[in-house]
């Protein structure tokens, strides 16, 4: 995982910017940001940039597929519900309009 635009003096695009200091909070982020150090999988994970990080014998496939089989557990309606309402909360404001957005 990097930045690796910041090396060519682009700014980070798709909002990776605001994810990092989202996740990492800002002195963590301005500093993978400011030197577009490249992470690997076990540094992301420990981070907390990465959800799962299948390790040997396992594939990212097989993770990938124990993930689907927990999410199949749920109601029929509940991840596209809840999919479709964590994206629109704001890192600014959190959750406190977000049964609003829910429903658009």
Known sequence: MALPEVKL???PGAGGTQRLTHL???SR???LIFTGKRLDAEEAAQLGILNV???EPQSAWEAA???SRQILTSG???PFLLSRGIPSCPYTTGWADSPQRLWL
Do not use: D, Q, V
């Open 53 to 55: 990080l299948a390790k």
């Open 65 to 67: 597929l124990i993930m």
């Open 24 to 26: 990492l909070g800002a």
């Open 29 to 31: 982020a301005k500093e």
């Open 76 to 78: 029929k309606s509940s």
């Open 9 to 11: 003096g682009i700014i």
